[in-house]
């Protein structure tokens, strides 16, 4: 049992630093994850919160739910909230933590490889509001986040492969040889999970270590993400696609947005063409029709990542040299898709 990676959390639960632990958990890590935690920890006094899960709970509602647990419990600002779950739960659990009495310190155990290679980290908190992703949050650090992809056996192949887009787009931002795209594919995802999970979370705590608060250098992690979020929202509201997962949904920014960089940076299409090859063995592209680009522009207009109506975009002049802050025009982004739907 890897019991060193919980030295330092079970250091922190047992010494007097907390009034009270909460534990929040959805119905599937209540049910598969919880039980280890406690088994590793050897955690004893805590109160348990749960929520339901999936991305239509990361809203007001769910963040409302927590609140009202957390008070009546009485949760003070010395009580801790650990987020023990997938990339929605530590977005809405690290959000109720820091606005709850203007903040409670919060600790991520991710336990989806989305949730480990990307969202548990980084100090973006929040919660989806109206038709907008992620529209409402802060960021705060949580004091603490531990990867132990233990928790990975009992995640549903889909949900594991989900979490796979990230570890690609890490390795489209990282110069480091041994981390490149073209390393990353001589890897296998389930055999090489623990080094996966490791390196390419790396990737994205160096990123954000330069620039917190997103004011540059880190815009760089939205590769895959303009278009994908509004494929994502889009994949909610209408009945003309089925309901995508992020990591389906930023599968399609991905080779979308690299075709883009092919045309404005020369950004070698031969790499476009093998990223998105490489993409098909793990996700299905599901076709995307004229009627759909033009909804996902619109939408793509409201993110809350662009300046005025201009759409800022994130593009590749080769692997490991990405640009930020560049404007597309709808011309390029329609001719992307074409592209796509190949
Ligand atoms: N904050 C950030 O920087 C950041 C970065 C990337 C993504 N995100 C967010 O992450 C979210 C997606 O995260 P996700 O893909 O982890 O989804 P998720 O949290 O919905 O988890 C997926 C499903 O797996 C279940 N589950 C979780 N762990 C399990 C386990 N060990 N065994 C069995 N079932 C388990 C969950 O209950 C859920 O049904 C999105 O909301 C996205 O916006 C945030």
Redesign the pocket.
């Known amino acids: 049992m890897k019991t060193n990676l919980y030295s330092s959390i079970i250091e922190k639960i047992s010494s007097d630093k907390f009034s009270s632990i909460f534990i929040l958990v ?4 209540e ?3 919880l039980k280890l935690f406690i088994k590793k920890t050897g955690i004893k006094s805590f109160n348990k919160i749960i929520i339901d ?3 239509e709970n ?1 809203n007001i509602d769910t963040c409302v739910s927590i609140w009202d647990q957390l008070n009546s419990f009485k949760a003070d600002r010395k009580s801790l909230l650990i987020n023990l ?7 809405i659990g ?1 959000f109720a933590a820091s606005t709850y009495l203007r903040g409670i310190k919060f600790i991520n155990i ?6 480990m290679v ?5 100090g ?3 919660i ?1 509001f109206k038709l907008l ?2 529209q409402i949050g802060v960021f705060n650090d949580p004091l603490e986040v531990l990867l132990d992809n233990d ?6 192949k889909e ?1 594991f492969i ?2 796979y887009a ?1 570890v690609v787009k890490h390795s489209l931002l990282t110069d480091k040889p041994d981390l490149t795209f073209n390393s990353l594919v001589k890897l296998d995802l389930f055999n090489d999970s623990e080094y996966i999970i490791n390196s390419y979370s790396l990737v994205k705590n160096e990123i954000v270590k330069s620039d917190k608060y997103e004011s540059s250098i880190r815009k760089v ?1 939205n590769l895959g993400h303009t278009i994908g979020h509004a494929v994502e929202s889009y994949s909610h509201i209408s009945d003309k696609i089925i309901d995508l ?3 389906q949904a930023i599968v399609i920014g991905i080779i979308n947005e690299l075709y883009i960089s092919h045309k404005k940076f020369n950004f070698p299409l031969r790499d476009v063409v093998s990223v998105k090859e490489h993409l098909k063995k793990y996700f299905t592209l599901i076709p995307l029709k004229e009627n759909d680009m033009e909804n996902i522009y619109d939408l793509m207009v409201y993110d809350k990542k662009n300046e005025g109506s201009k759409i800022n975009f994130v593009l590749l002049k080769e692997i490991g040299k990405p640009v930020i802050d560049q404007i597309v025009d709808k011309e390029l982004f329609k001719e992307s898709f074409v592209f796509y739907n190949e």
């Open positions: 959805d119905e599937n890590t049910q598969f994850c899960s999936g991305e990361k779950g997938g990339g929605v739960l530590t977005d690290g991710p336990t989806t490889l989305l949730g990307d969202a548990a980290h980084g973006k908190t929040g989806d992703k992620n928790y990975l056996k009992t995640l549903s949900e989900n979490g990230e992690l997962k992020h990591g």
